[in-house]
């Protein structure tokens, strides 16, 4: 019966990580479509590609709740509240459809591009 139990916690783990992974890959791809977007900022673990969706991190919370965290480099002059909500919007809708797991927030993080010359 043990055998039986671990097996099933093994699968549990790679569904989970599974939907874990399609719903940053969803993030990534409704943020990047919003206009002002200009990349997705990127960190250490981006850039030794430990992460599959660079600028996202997705996590799964005690009540079973996805908490996701966007960080993006917008075009300078935008509107972060405007944009913030778009975000916000686009990926609760992307990943609603994705897995069980409820969206619990979404945070947008954002850096400001530098200045264009004129």
């Given amino acids: 019966m043990g055998c039986d139990e671990d097996k099933a916690q093994a699968t549990a783990r790679r569904t989970r990580g599974a939907c874990i992974s399609a719903c940053a890959r969803a993030a990534l791809r409704e943020t990047l479509r919003q206009d002002g977007v200009v990349r997705m900022r990127t960190g250490l673990l981006d850039w ?9 991190r997705v996590r799964l919370d005690a009540e079973g709740r996805l908490h996701i965290a966007v960080s993006v480099v917008v075009r300078y002059g935008t509107d972060l509240r405007r944009l913030g909500n778009a975000v916000q ?18 945070d947008v993080i954002a850096d400001i591009g530098r200045r264009e010359e004129d």
Avoid: D, Q
């Fill in 48 to 56: 030794l590609r430990i992460r599959r969706a660079p600028g996202v």
């Fill in 89 to 106: 919007e686009s990926v609760v809708i992307a990943v609603r459809g994705l897995c069980e797991y409820p969206v619990g927030r979404v």
